[in-house]
């Protein structure tokens, strides 16, 4: 049996999820255009330069999640991706799921961005399984806290988060033949540094040079 990891937001889709469910809330007016698309280019130019602080990034992004009902935002979520998901899901993503898939390698999204927002995306793959960052849920009323629970799948958490959801299957990195990583960020260097096969997609400049200088495969969803 093997392992597939897939990150998810510019790899498997042609996009970024967070920053389309910012868009989307932007439309329904429930957040600050300003105010919100000023903050996403900080955190976005951080995210690049390798300095964001995942903390100050999730404490502004569950924010919204916390004034509104699990009801409200579960509709908004259809809307969501029915008009910002599904266009930005290219037949090569599926295609390459889908692969793996059909060989029966166990296969899981990992990824930085919340698990309110990637859990209908990944079951839109038809992948079994999820390590996400896990937004905190009040228990008195069900409702976001605003606060991430346990550690943010991001960096090396990534790492800490794939070997927890491994060791509670029985498994380890050296029960599979071969292992995979596809990964646009050089964000992701930690992860990709874990499995036997580590693969870049579409990626950006400085995963293009680490991946070019390793001799990694390189290749393009798009």
Known sequence: MNLALFDLDN??????SDFEWAQFL???GVVDRELQEAK???????YKAGTLDIYEFLNFQLAPLTRHSREELDAWHREYMARHILPIIGQPSRALVKSHLDAGDLCAIVTATNSFVTGAICRE?????????????NPENGRFSGSPSGTPSFREGKIE??????????LWWGSFADSYFYSDSHNDLPLMGKVKTPVAVDPDEKLHAHASQMGWKIITLR
């Open 11 to 16: 790899t498997l889709l042609t996009g970024d």
């Open 26 to 28: 932007i439309s329904k």
């Open 40 to 46: 996403n280019i900080q955190f976005y130019e951080q």
């Open 125 to 137: 793959f038809g992948i079994p399984h999820l390590i996400g960052t896990i937004p905190a849920v």
């Open 161 to 170: 988060r794939v070997e927890a959801w491994l060791e509670s299957l029985g």
